[in-house]
Structure formats: C-alpha cells, structure tokens
C-alpha cells in the first residue's frame, strides 16, 4: 500500500521530531492498541445475539445480555481513552516536528548569502516555511495513527475469521481489497504527479499574490484592474483548474473507495448470506455471526478513508519535505578554514567576472579598480552596466565566478563574516524600515546604542525635521499603522543608521533621483557626514552627486569603460563627457521649464545614467 518513497517521506520528517521521535511510535502504538479494544463491543454484540437467538422467544432468560451491554461500555471507554492519549502522543511528535521545520529553515537562511532573497521571492519562502511545516502537522498528528489503527483493523480482519465465520468474514474483506487497490492507484504516479503539480500552484499563488499586495498602489495610479496583473491573474487561473481537477478528476478514485467500502455490506454481505443460509445447520449461531459482521462492517469504510487520507497526506506531506529541504540544504556561504584579517579599509577588485544563475551575459567582465582607504569612489554608467552587481560583491550577496574582492587587503571569501559586517555599513535602496519606532529603526546598527547616541546619529543625517513632526518624536511608530515617511526623509534614516553603526567603509546605493531640491540637499548633507573618514563605494544615480568624489568608475556592459576624476574624465571626452552633456542639457530643460519656457525637449538624459 505504501510505496518506499512515502516510508521515505516520513522517516525523514520523523528526522526533524529529535528526541520526540519516539512519541509518534508509542502514539501509533497506542492507536492500533485502541482499535483492538474498538472491537470489543463487537464481539459483545455477539454473544447478545447469539444468546437472544438461543432462548428466543423466552427473552428473560437472556440473562448474560447486561453483562455483554457493560462489557462493551468498559470496551468503548478503554478504546477512547487510549485513541486520546495516542493523539497526545503524535500531537507531541507533530507539533515539535513542525516547529523544528521552521526553526531550521528560518535559522538556514540567516547562513545563506544575501543574493539568495534576490532569487527566491519572500512570499514563497513564507509559504514554504510555514505553509509546508503546518501541513506535515495534520499527517503526523492525526493521520499516521489512524493509519496504524486501519492497518489494525485489516489484520483483526483476519482474527474474526477464525472466531466467527470465515465466509460471511470474507464478504466483508473484499469490499477492503477493492478500497486497497483503489487506495494504491490513487497513490501511484499519478496521484503524487497531480500532489507536485497541487503544490506547486499553490506556490506559485502566495508568491505572485504577495507581490501583487505589494504592487497594488502602483495599479491604483495606473487604474489598472487586476487583469492587469496578469501574472497573479494566470496564477490564480492554473490553481482554479487544478481545484477543478481535482474535484472532477481526482476526487473520482477515492469516491469510488468511500462508495465501495460505504456499501460493502450490501453489495457483498448480503448475496453472500442470500447463497449460504439455505443450507444452513445452525440457523442461530449464522445468525448471530451475520449480526456481528453487519453491525462490524460499519467501521470498515471508515478505516478505509482514514488509510486514503494517510496516502493523500503523505503526499503533501512529501512535497512539502522536499520544498523545506530546498531551503535547509541551500547552498551557504563559504567559509575559509583560516580567516584573514584586515589591514587598512580599501577596496579592491581583481579582475572580477560574475554570471547570475541562468543569465546567458555576464553581469560583470574581468573587472578591475580600486579604492583608496578613506576616500570615495563612485560608480556611474548606463542602467544595467552592473554597478548594483559590482555593490552586491562587497558584502557577498554573490561571489564572484572568477577573481577576488578583496576588503582591507583580504578576500571577502577569506574574512570572518561577522568582521566583514562590522567593517561594512550597507546602504541599499531595499533596505526597508521596520515597523517599529524611529528609534529602533536608528538602532537596529548597533543594538547597545543609547538614545542618546540615536539623537547625534539622526542629528549628523540631517534628520532633525523628521524627529520633529513626528508626534511622539524619537518613539513615534513607522510604517504601516504608524506615521509614513517620504523616499527621501527614509533614505536620510537608513543613513542614520549608518552613521550610528559608524563602520570605517560604507557601501550606498544613492538614491536622490526621485527626492525633491530641499531632500536632495539633506540627502547630500547627510552623505558627505556619512562618507567624512570612510572609505565609500557608491552607486551614483544623479551626476550631480559624484563631482565631488575621488574616483568616479564608468562601467557598462559589466566592464570598467572609464576612471578618473570628474575633471580628468571630462577631459576624455568619452562616456562619461556623453552623460555629463546629456546632464547638463536635462538640467538646462527643467531651468527653462520652469520660468514657463517649455521645449519639447527630452527630461531623461539620452545616455540613461542609471
Ligand atoms: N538577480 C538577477 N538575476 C539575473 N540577472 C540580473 C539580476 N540582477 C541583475 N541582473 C542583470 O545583470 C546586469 C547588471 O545589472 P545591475 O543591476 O548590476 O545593473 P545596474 O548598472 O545597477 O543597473 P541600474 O542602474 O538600472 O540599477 C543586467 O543585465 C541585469 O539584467
């Protein structure tokens, strides 16, 4: 009945139960011990019947009929009692099962490079981790044991036909062979093929569906409908017609088994009693065993779902193991066996090339720069040149196919992970807040800071404005449900944040391209704080913004074109001569716009500096 692939699946979710392993055993055990003593009243009703049949009509001589009648009560009790501690017991393996799931995907990905968030998107994780954990609960807690139980039943089966009568015993036992071998093909390829494809809609549902929650304000700009969105539309689709499938298609076998093992006793019972009581001897004693089987065959059809569900849910319950394993077993970064350490706060790339999984182009080509401790070096170039690429290395979200990044003389593979995030204050544009208190926010950096260390860290980002509207200053709440803050006014409290971590190199992505004149100028201010002693890789998305740096670095198509200072690569008259024109040209636009002489002009840079 049970494949080795599903033992499989449930050995190795056992794996995650530890030390309560043992108690999904008992818990079974007790399950198969309950089922036993379900079938005492059965045979009560036996002797009741056999007793009745014998004095009939003279009923009152019946006198052993309340002692049977309190026999199967104490038989019942027992059964429940016991099937309610095995439940304990599987509930104490399922329940730790589940969590120890989580626990250890939630605890993986901590150890997995940053790169992989980028890869797998967040609703998917939060289906995987909690979805798939829960759904192994139902099968260790509930389904295994009635399993144990079924399984019980078939082989007490076998008892009853030394006990009673083999063949009234067998009508009934082929009614279980029919719902067996429905069980089993249900369970075949095909049955796990549609589980696989069941899950994986499924998936695909939560994740398209969390990124459409996300998107939704920008629909409403847009006055889109959610035809609009059609990737969660398909998504929503392909699962209405696997739910369809499964209600027309799949559900066909199992009605089958519930149908065959429901009328059992009618379809075989009954023919079978119809054929042999003619010839019968002992009219009485037939009788009574005809009672007990007819009365007994009404457990069967239960036992026999409950063994249908225990097939359906190891199924999930496989699926669900492997998309759980896929997170724990995900590759981690890569430690060195001896650490390096530090020797000052430059930045090196050396001869670098990096190919993100399934792209056919490199991102980034045998590139090659490097930044002096203590000064600022920007990156600039058209959108999709590989600056955010070239930022991402630093930190390790990837690392890199060929050459080394090296950080204070070492490679980043090389150094301490933690030495690495200490050194290093990461300022990206995905960086969100949390939705927790502007203070909170600010020492997220450094967890022992005091408030009053937060103040000097908000007051350097130029943030003072910020603190001050907000109704309960420091200890106002943001987000959702709390007060919202501007993309710039966020952007000066993720520097903040830098600051107060005060890491000697700090790597930003520089997002003024959307603050207004007067955030830009904060943004700025708060910059040239952050930057003042530190050495700075900086992903530059407004020109206006690198003049002032050390090195400006111009990289497309993955390579480094051009580097220099903004004086030095004017004087190349290259790429960055180009963009600087195309800047300056979209600067004049806005100018002569705004004193009402509107052109036709391009508001973009024809370049399209990123
Ligand atoms: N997660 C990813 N998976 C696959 N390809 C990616 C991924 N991220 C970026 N790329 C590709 O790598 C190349 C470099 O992208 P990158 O984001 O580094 O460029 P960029 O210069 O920072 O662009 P922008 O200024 O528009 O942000 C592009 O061709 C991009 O399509």
Redesign the pocket.
Known sequence: MKGKKERGSISQLLDYAGERRPFAYLGCALSAISMLLGMGPYICIWFVAKELLAVAPQWEMAAGCTQYGWLALLFSAASLIVYLIALLCTHLAAFKTASNMRRRSAEHLLEVPL?YF??HASGALRRTIDGCAGETETLLAHNLPDAAGSITLILGMFVTFAIFDWRLGLACFVSIVISLIGISMMMGGTGAAFMQRYEDSLVAMNKTGTEYVRGIPVLKVFQQTVFSFRVFHESINAYSEIAREYAVDYCRVPQSVAVTAINGVVIFLIPTVLFLAPDEQDLGLFLANLTFYAVFSAIIPTSMLRLMFLGKMTQMAGVSLERVSAVVHAPVLSQAAHTETMQDNGIVFDHVSYT????T?P??SDLSFEIEPASTVA?V????????????LVPRFWDPDEGRVLVGGADVRNLDQSQLMDSVAFVFQGNRLFRTSLLENVRAAKPGATREEVVQALSAARCEDIVAKLPDGLDTPLGAGGAHLSGGEIQRVLLARAILKDAPIVVLDEATAFADPENELLIQEAMSKLAAGRTVLM?A?RLSTVVRADKIIV?DQ?RVRESGSHHELLAQDGLYARMWADYERAATWRIARSSKQATTQPVQPAGGV?
Not at 386 to 391: M, P, Q, S, Y
């Open positions: 790169g980028e890869s993100y999984e399934g792209a182009n991102a980034l990156l170039g058209p959108s999709g040149g590989g600056k955010t690429t070239c930022a991402s992903i998305h990289i993955g990123a």
